[in-house]
C-alpha cells in the first residue's frame, strides 16, 4: 500500500463549479498536511497548511482534514481557468532537523471557460 | 515576490558524465533542498541543507550525489557518473526557517535532466 495516495485524474470541470480534490495516507505519523499547487513547468507552489483535523478556509479553497479516516481533500469553490493546474497533496512528520515532505501524486485539474 | 532561481532550465548529458544543476535560494532564507519529479510520479525528497552541511538526505542521494553552497548566494546539487534513471525533473527549494511546522516551502521552477 502506497503512503499517500491520490485519484491522478484527469478531472474536467466547467467555470463557476465547485471541486474535490482527495488524498487517502496509510501512515498515522503524518501530522501536517499540504495542497500545493503546480502549474506546467513550474515548481510546486504552497496553497494551504494544516495541522489539525477539521476545516480550513482561505478565501475559495477549504482544505479538510479527517485523521481518524486518514483522509484529506481540497475544495475549489467558483472555480476558474486560472486554476488549471496539477494540485499535489503533501504531507510530513514532524522530524524536528528537515522537512521530508511526502507527495501525491498529483491530480490534473483543467477549468473550461 | 522573491523567487528561486534555477538554471538551466534544461540540461542534456551523456550517460556517465557529470553535471552541476545550479539554484539561487531567495535571499534571506536559510535553509535549502533539492527534490526531483520522475516523469509522471511523484515529486521526492533528495536533500536538505543548513549551515554548510547536510541535514538529512533520502534512500535515492547516494554517493554519486553532492551538494555545496559555494558562496553566499548559489546552492548546487552535483551528479557524477549520471545513469539513465537519473533524468528527471530537479527542483530547488528554500524555507526561511527550521523545518518543523508551518514553514512555507518555495520551490524553483526547475531543471528538466535528461541523460543519454
Known amino acids: 500500500q502506497k503512503e499517500v495516495e491520490q485519484d491522478p485524474g484527469p478531472l474536467s470541470v466547467p467555470e463557476g463549479a465547485i471541486v474535490s480534490l482527495n488524498c487517502t495516507y496509510s501512515?498515522?505519523?503524518?501530522?501536517?498536511f499540504m495542497w500545493y499547487r503546480q502549474y506546467s513547468r513550474k515548481g510546486p507552489e504552497l496553497l494551504m497548511y494544516?495541522?489539525?483535523?477539521g476545516n480550513k478556509e482561505d478565501g475559495r479553497f477549504t482544505a479538510q482534514v479527517d485523521k481518524s479516516s486518514k483522509y484529506i481533500s481540497l475544495f475549489i469553490r467558483d472555480s476558474q481557468p486560472s486554476d488549471s493546474a496539477t494540485y499535489l497533496c503533501?504531507?510530513?512528520?514532524?522530524?524536528?532537523?528537515?522537512?521530508?515532505?511526502?507527495f501525491g501524486s498529483g491530480t490534473q485539474l483543467t477549468v473550461l471557460p | 515576490e522573491p523567487e528561486v532561481t534555477q538554471t538551466p532550465s534544461h540540461q542534456v548529458t551523456q550517460m556517465g558524465q557529470e553535471v552541476i544543476l545550479r539554484c539561487v535560494p531567495i535571499?534571506?532564507?536559510?535553509?535549502f533542498y533539492w527534490y526531483r519529479q520522475i516523469l509522471g510520479q511523484k515529486v521526492e525528497f533528495l536533500v536538505s541543507?543548513?549551515?554548510?552541511?547536510?541535514?538529512?538526505k533520502s534512500e535515492i542521494f547516494d554517493d554519486r550525489f553532492s551538494v555545496e553552497r559555494p558562496d553566499g548566494s548559489n546552492f548546487t546539487l552535483k551528479i557524477r557518473s549520471t545513469k539513465l534513471e537519473d533524468s528527471a525533473m530537479y527542483f530547488c527549494?528554500?524555507?526561511?526557517?527550521?523545518?518543523?511546522?508551518?514553514?512555507?516551502?518555495?520551490f524553483g521552477s526547475g531543471t528538466q535532466l535528461s541523460v543519454l
Open positions: 503533501a504531507m510530513s512528520i514532524s522530524s524536528g532537523s528537515a522537512r521530508q515532505l511526502t
Open positions: 535571499s534571506n532564507h536559510l535553509y
Open positions: 541543507f543548513y549551515n554548510n552541511e547536510i541535514s538529512e
Open positions: 527549494a528554500s524555507s526561511e526557517t527550521a523545518p518543523a511546522t508551518n514553514e512555507k516551502l518555495f
Open positions: 501512515n498515522s505519523a503524518f501530522q501536517y
Open positions: 494544516t495541522y489539525s483535523s
